[in-house]
């Protein structure tokens, strides 16, 4: 995988885009186009997040059995 496609390289630049956008000298056009990659990025972002969240589980024994466990079960429920 290439740097450019990582989930790093990914926020980086969506961090980029932000800061870019919080500036008031680019130009409408450019705030559009950079607006619009930022919300592409940001769905990429999100996704793999979620990806990530739900193949991350707990092992837990139970008796003789292996249980998976969401990894964000509350554990005071």
Do not use: H
């Amino acid at each position: 995988m290439s740097r450019k496609n990582t989930f790093e390289a990914k926020l980086a630049r969506l961090e980029e885009i932000v800061n870019a956008l919080d500036c008031d000298t680019i130009p409408l056009e450019e705030s559009s186009k950079l607006f619009e990659e930022g919300l592409t990025l940001s769905k990429e972002l999100t996704e793999k997040l979620n990806e990530v969240k739900f193949k991350v589980q707990t092992l837990k024994e139970k008796g003789s059995a292996l249980v998976l466990e969401p990894f964000d079960k509350d554990e005071n429920a």
